[in-house]
């Protein structure tokens, strides 16, 4: 049985390879695992709804009512740049097709020439200047392409990121060029977010204890005594990483390229990319231009699905064809009249009539005694 062809529209990122999970109709793009991405939205924002609760309505009372204010204004600043870290693209490079991925072995096979059997072949690597310093480009086995300056291939995501930074499971996403700044906001604003908790806990406590004693005022607290736990033990991992990620933008240098040490190794090769000033490097990567992405995720792309002949032709409404032309001559409306058109003429039913009995052989008569006595009858007047 033949198979027909139906092309459906589908969004590209419904066939985007690689282990990213999308939602809203590809515009959320994370990874698979973000169970430690909903760990870090819950401390955030469970921490603090406990400082709204118990410490911002004495504070705004006792000591000033701009407490609460910037508490909250620098909430939703560390929850926008938390979620447009995580729901963003952060600049994966999309796969060769089958015909550029053949047309790449076909370059790579005449460059190295015939390799014997048992040797290992030459590494896939190509050669460009930037700033006058060669730079090595890697070619990636998974994608089928050879890697962009600075682009890495992440083995949690399975794709090429360029500017690769790191992956980070506290967010849910690949750190690369596209969401690098936002990631960095996110860990300077919550420094300072959970300095400020740890500063006015610390000052809820000293107020309340001039009144009513210190162990009083735990007892009375206990939320108090959980955000200053919290914020103990999440203050030196946070700050830290901030500072980190401070000296690495005064380099112009990413978080994959340091522990590598691609640009402080034994060669001692200078970084091509650094400004040489650190002010100028932190401003080409918090205030430069911002790219756009070459995923195309809502674009719209034909999937073809080959379906049997017989389940693409529609079942007829009837099984008898011959019915559905057969003219009907009796009136379908009482007390109409017939056409005369299609009234049967005389020489059609004459015609009708004759015909069985032509079509139908007549048997020869049997013998019977009636017409023998009817014989002997008329003989007997002769004699």
Known sequence: MSAVMITRKVRKWEKLPG???FCCDGRVMMARQKGVFYLTLFLIVGTCSLFFAFECPYLAVHLSPTVPVFAIVLFFFVIAMLLRTSFSDPG???????????????????????????????????NVQIN???????????????????ASHCSICDNCVDRFDHHCPW????????????FYMFTLSLSLLTIYIFTFDIVHVVMR???????????????????????FFTLWSVVGLTGFHTYLISLNQTTNEDIKGSWSGKNRVQNPY???????????????????????RRGVMQEGSPVSAASAVPPSSSSNPV???????????PNEHTPDDAKPSIADSAEKN??????????????????????????????
């Open 19 to 21: 282990k990213n999970t």
């Open 92 to 126: 994966v490079l999309p796969r060769a097709l089958p015909e550029e991925a053949t047309f790449i072995e076909m370059e790579i096979e005449a460059a190295n020439g015939n390799v014997p059997a048992g040797q290992r072949p030459p590494p896939r690597i190509r």
């Open 132 to 150: 006058n310093q060669i730079v090595k480009l890697k070619y990636c086995y998974t994608c089928k392409i050879f890697r962009p300056p600075r």
């Open 171 to 182: 967010v849910g996403n690949c750190v690369g060029k596209r969401n690098y700044r936002y």
């Open 209 to 231: 204890s001039v009144d009513n004693g210190f162990l009083n005022t735990l007892k009375e607290t206990p939320g108090t005594v959980l955000e200053v736990l919290v914020c």
């Open 274 to 296: 650094s400004h040489k000033n650190c002010f100028k490097n932190c401003f080409e990567v918090l205030c430069g231009p911002t790219y756009p992405s070459v995923l195309d």
């Open 323 to 333: 019915s559905q032309t057969t003219k009907t001559t009796a009136p379908l409306i």
């Open 354 to 383: 004759s015909s069985p009995r032509e079509e139908t052989p007549m048997a020869p008569p049997l013998a019977s005694p009636e017409p023998d006595a009817e014989v002997a009858v008329a003989k007997d007047p002769v004699h």
